[in-house]
């Protein structure tokens, strides 16, 4: 019997998730939520999830405009097993879930504090197990744990200093700017480090972090000091036994996060998502203990299979993590 | 049995194409050439497109890259029964196919005069029967095309003005520009009027372009002197019989290219594509026989269905377009 | 003696008035008022013009930003003898100026209705001769009347059609977007074909509108139906008599917004501004009665010379246009 | 007397050079030289700069468009004390100068190996006097070297990794890409450290750069290990006391690197130019004695008032670097 999952918020995470949770052999979902009869709205049900009301008020939009729901997030609830909450950040649906008895799982605009439990499936699946409250981090933390995790582990991390330069907008959200203009996040080190080491904690990192025009990928520059001195080559190669990470070449024309994203969408997944954190094998180097490199972090989905596994996790369906992880990927077409 | 295709060119159409076209009922690609071992090269691989160096030149560069060829264009062409020539333009492959007796379909960048024959699947299907050389229009002809062909037929046309907002690179095109600029073409009118007649002879428009700094899509401004006086609702009525003309709503929250594209992405065609014209349905007016309307074109993929029409019509498999069109739009899942 | 001007609203368009009117010999600018102790309202003070804050209410915020106020608008408003209302649109000051008796000129982000009376030099100055309350048109329909007047008066007019393609946010506006995207304005015909017709109302003009993701300048594609059959030769000789219109060509390099946008600080007008309307000179042609050209229009500063002429027209100061419009070019540095 | 100058190459740095040098008190523009009679060309005759062809086979090019010349580099340069090369990189004028004897400045687009002598005013002023070639670092370099070598004499540094957040194009050039995407500079580190290190050798320096789509400024993100704990007010102390830097807030709405443009303009600079170094004071943040901070480089001005002093160092015209630069900045406007 599969696992029954609401999501609450069937917006860019959200819809992605409903996909790649439904695409799984071990869950369904079993209802969305939305609150205007968007052309999203009208996806949900070409696509077949059932669509509810975020709540009572918000009915009549939907009849207005001839979409049908099928009653609301009230309706929705009781019967779901997990409910990913992919709602604006500070919604508060915190308590409606726990009066319920629900499990949830936010995304990474939540703060840490709204869990104490905050989740990369590399990192620590089973810190997760029958939790009832999770948070998973968010596209930009989710890309650091992916590659500095494995070189935690593996060789011992006395620094990182990363900077962020970040999209300003989703490709679909056009009321955002900046047009023409490189703007630098003040607040220094960025929130980044520290919701690294939510996760993390005895990781040292500082990050800075600037948004550029550009909606398709966020891009990191990294600059690790490792513990011990190690070869690129050896890097790459425990990179490459790590799941969820790819490798592109400047050699082969991927330049810049535009070929990237040219890339994922000749791979064929879903919307041209792509799930793996993308690292330049050309971009990988090492002097004495430093390595440096860059990755390029497709922000609205590097997050989805993390949730996926979370739910396993949490529903205690599979203890595990390399399985959990394994089974996802097999499922939203990671090769 | 099927017809047997080669792609000449597996770059942005050419790799489009070779999907397409391998979804017919009908038709396989029995290979694509390629000059370099990009990624893309490595993508045809990947989803199983016999690769070809296009030349013996090339050969030696795929051999280093260790990326296997089944040989060259020469070894290819003999064993297809067309051609799709999506090389850069004046390439000049026309006497190879002349001399081993092929039929072949070039795309809109080149000159109506290499084949003498412009096509579109709506408005000349009937013209290419049989024949041995077409060139199918660009995908600002083809958006034209589209909506202007049933207007033409059904209400009759005095005159269209048409002002084409370009995007100015395609999404993976990242060396050319403008960032930050709108640039007009100079020579007026356009060449797009021209073109248009190139299929539709008798239908007077006068065109004007201007480059801006987006990749997603162009739009298209246009005013139609009509020769009869119709409400807006007549038309769109009338669009909505037609083939390959999809709809969309500022109310529903699609105001703009991009949120078009996201709609794309959601339908889940390959690469997020969207074949169809997108006309923005309260964008549509009437003031007595005039008509305006916004449509936008998705430049990287509205010719391919035209360009599966057109080996139809070309290698005699089928004589009705309206049947040709349902079945190529069945199995690329245009709805 | 000079006249006394008040500038309300220190932004964008209020900055530049300020600079354009003091540097005239018969008018000065007696103050400035500002909300907020932002950096623009620091460079009042260091260009030494009188800073107030805008109401009582913000007094405070300039004392804390240590930046010294002259007092309130209650104190500035007095003194003038006419106030430039530069605040954002629907600010409601109306009342205030009636009841103080002060002679007021607001911008074209406001409704005609709240004037009655819309303004552009050349074609209604003497309209506005001892006026009370005036309207400066918008950037874009000022932009159409420079071209549009001439024309009309010299050849007859039977219809515009205009397509403006307009950049989405000011160069120092980072919050909007779009990034990557084109959006048109539903609203069919657009607003601006009216606008025109507010100060000139015998000028059949249908305009559409669409948004790029550029900063820098506006550019209009204006197809007209002349009353007689001229030459381009013609119609730039026309052009080349009228003030405010500057030709560029694409021939010498000027092949976008962006090389204009060059050409005005090579000119080293204050802010590298470009008072005048750019037209391509190689992008005028003309078929028939049929006129198509392309001109560009930078948003920010074309309305500066119209506003200081509205003020010599308000204040009855010179009866003559043409002498009005040669006094304020010659001080701002419209060769 | 004035020394006479001659801008070989008046395209970007050439045209500002003309201004900056005309501007002093003890120098003057003897002649620019151009390849095409472009707009710039006409812009040169409209500011008074005589102008020549760069070589005698691009006079007709002059004569067709009726642009008069005073002759050809050949003929400016015997009456030059010095000579500006502002042409592109690698044009290899250097055996031309040697063989009049004259001296000769280069730009940073060159190698450190042409001249063997790189030149920052505040770092190594005295090491050019005298010198017959030198060539002033990048906008960046020169950037970089700005904030650093005053901390590096002051408290002694450590380390310093930066990251260079690089605009595409300078604003008028509309050929180059990306519209929408993120480019790293794959060679890592880059080359921006060693060319620090090509004026001040003994500093630490690791640089990484990735471009992005914007026309206006770059940004670097800066962090450096000092080798002594101090305050962020010491640090904005020591660079206040420093020529060339100028600071701006995220508090007084200074967010981005388009607000600063638009203070520049405010500035009324020729062409809207900055010619210091940006530094957010609310992004200078310390911890123990690491220094992290933000700054904003005005690639097309910040080596101008460079050039002028080097003038001045090799033409043993001033002996005190301090002097120098404050006649330089007096002049140009830098308050």
Redo the contacts between chains.
């Keep these: 019997m599969k696992v029954k999952v609401a999501i609450n918020g069937y917006g860019t995470i959200g819809?992605r998730l409903a996909d790649a949770i439904n695409a799984q052999p071990d869950m369904e979902v079993i209802g969305v939520t939305k609150t205007?009869?968007?052309?999203?709205a009208?996806?949900a049900n070409?696509?077949g999830f059932p669509l509810y009301a975020a709540s009572k008020d918000f009915v009549s939009r939907f009849d207005e405009?001839g979409l049908e729901t099928q009653g609301t997030l009230d309706d929705l609830l009781p019967e779901a097993d997990i409910v990913m909450d992919c709602t604006p950040k500070k919604m508060g649906y915190k308590e409606m879930y726990e009066k319920l008895g629900k499990k949830a799982i936010w995304q990474g605009g939540e703060k840490h504090d709204l869990t104490g439990l905050s989740f990369n499936a590399m990192a620590n699946y089973e810190q997760a197990y029958g939790a009832q409250f999770v948070r998973v981090v968010s596209c930009n933390t989710t890309g650091l744990l992916r590659t500095l995790y494995p070189l935690y582990t593996e060789y011992g991390i006395d620094n990182v200093?990363a900077?962020m330069?970040r999209?300003?907008?989703d490709?679909?959200?056009?009321?955002?700017?900046?047009?023409?203009?490189?703007?630098?996040v003040?607040k220094?080190?960025s929130h980044h480090g520290p919701d690294v080491q939510s996760v993390v904690p005895e990781l040292n990192i500082?990050t800075?972090a600037?948004?550029?025009?550009?909606?398709?990928?966020?891009?990191h520059?990294v600059?690790v000091d490792l513990k011990k001195e190690v070869s690129s080559e050896d890097v790459i190669g425990l990179w490459k036994a790590t799941p969820r990470i790819i490798f592109?070449?400047?050699s082969?024309?991927?330049?810049?996060?535009?070929?990237i994203?040219?890339?994922a969408?000749?791979?064929?997944r879903?919307?041209?998502d792509l799930y793996e954190i993308a690292v330049?094998d050309?971009?990988v180097?090492t002097?004495g203990k430093?390595l440096?490199?860059?990755q390029?972090i497709h922000q609205e989905s590097d997050v989805v299979p993390e949730n996926v596994d979370a739910i396993r996790s949490m529903l205690e369906m599979e203890e595990d993590k390399l399985k959990s992880m394994e089974t996802t990927d097999k499922y939203i077409g990671v090769c």
């Excluded at 082969?252 to 070929?259: F, H, M, P, R």
């Design positions: 819809k205007r009869p968007t052309f999203e009208k996806m070409l696509r405009a200093l900077v330069v999209r300003s907008a490709p679909w959200d056009t009321k955002r700017g900046p047009i023409n203009a490189i703007e630098p003040l220094v080190p500082q800075t600037v948004k550029v025009p550009t909606t398709i990928m966020h891009l520059s600059v592109v070449s400047g082969e024309g991927i330049k810049s996060t535009a070929q994203m040219e890339m969408r000749d791979l064929c879903e919307r041209g330049w050309d971009g180097h002097v430093k440096y490199y860059y390029a």
